[in-house]
């Protein structure tokens, strides 16, 4: 399915109650802490995309959903990639439109979640395309790869601190790297640096200030 083709379907779904096209089994699945994509899931479903582990949810593009209030507020960061199988090309600062954080973003449909009230009342807002490559979001663009260079150096002054140093929390303006891994944890080893250098797995995030930028200028 193409990017834009899906961004139609959801918008027919903006604004509208879960209870008004959900069944309530659908509805009380969405409630469930289990799994806390599972809205997201929910919605991929809805507009007839097949669940799967491709590298993009679209041909096109990447789907991306998050959790903000009645009006649009994000409450939370929002998930982008895992970093374990990319961690060397981070610590060698690989050029930003070569990696797969690049291909993770360069293309995107946010579609904000909210969340007040019961499940029931939950709905899809309006979904924002953001596309790097054209020239409104080209201050976006360039902010976001100055983050991923930023947060590359982190790392390696972090790791520079000892031979037994690992890595915390790096943060730049729009995206951040933090932990997120369950028991049992899976640490990353660096072939640059010959040991392992985080006790758990870890993933770039959006930071909140991202969502409020692209709904900032869609209004």
Not at 144 to 162: G, H, K
């Amino acid at each position: 399915m193409k990017l834009i083709e899906a961004q139609r379907r959801i918008e027919k779904l903006a604004y509208i109650p879960f209870s008004e096209y959900l069944s309530p089994s659908q509805v009380q699945d969405a409630m469930m802490k289990i799994n806390k994509g599972r809205t997201g899931q929910l919605l991929e479903l809805t507009i007839g995309l097949n669940l799967s582990n491709t590298t993009l949810d679209f041909e096109d593009g990447e789907l991306k959903t998050n959790k903000c209030d009645r009006t649009g507020k994000p409450l939370e960061t929002m998930f982008i990639t895992q970093t374990a199988s990319i961690i060397d090309e981070l610590l060698a600062k690989r050029t930003f439109e070569d990696t797969k954080l690049y291909q993770k973003i360069q293309r995107l449909l946010y579609v904000p979640i909210s969340k007040d009230g019961s499940p029931a009342d939950w709905m899809y807002l309006q979904p924002i395309q953001v596309d790097l490559s054209l020239s409104k979001y080209a201050e976006l663009a360039a902010q976001l790869e100055a983050d991923y260079y930023n947060i590359c150096d982190q790392f390696n002054t972090q790791l520079s601190e000892s031979s037994r140093a690992t890595l915390h929390t790096a943060n730049g303006e729009f995206i951040q790297i933090r932990t997120k891994d369950s028991k049992p944890y899976h640490p990353i080893f660096s072939n640059i640096y010959g040991r392992e250098i985080s006790d758990k797995n870890r993933a770039f995030y959006f930071k909140k200030d991202f969502m409020k930028y692209v709904v900032s200028l869609e209004n």
